[in-house]
């Protein structure tokens, strides 16, 4: 994935935004996701939870600094499930 988006911001939303359920069983959705996409990350896993999300979940916005930005999806993905960041702290 190349970005061209100095300064712009990409978020990353797990799955278990959209499969959050309320006690009637509801789905969050897309349709529900997508007027908040553009929120903090913070804001966007705290609906979910509002919603009725019960499992931990990870919602990261990252803003590019660089003018041309090249990385495989996965590269963002590993240094978090391997522990080496902490969800908490990128809360901040």
């Not at 349709?31 to 499992?55: C, L, S, Y």
Request: hydrophobic share 45%.
């Amino acid at each position: 994935m190349c970005l061209d988006r100095s300064g712009q911001p990409l978020t990353v939303i797990p799955a278990g935004v959209f499969e959050a359920r309320n006690p009637a069983g509801e789905l969050f959705g897309f349709d529900r996701t997508a007027p908040i996409v553009t929120q903090p990350a913070k804001q966007i896993a705290n609906a979910a939870q509002q919603f009725g999300q019960e499992d931990d979940n990870t919602v990261l916005t990252l803003t590019f600094a660089l003018r041309r930005y090249c990385v495989h999806w996965l590269a963002l993905l590993v240094p978090l499930f391997m522990g080496a960041i902490s969800p908490r702290s990128m809360a901040a």
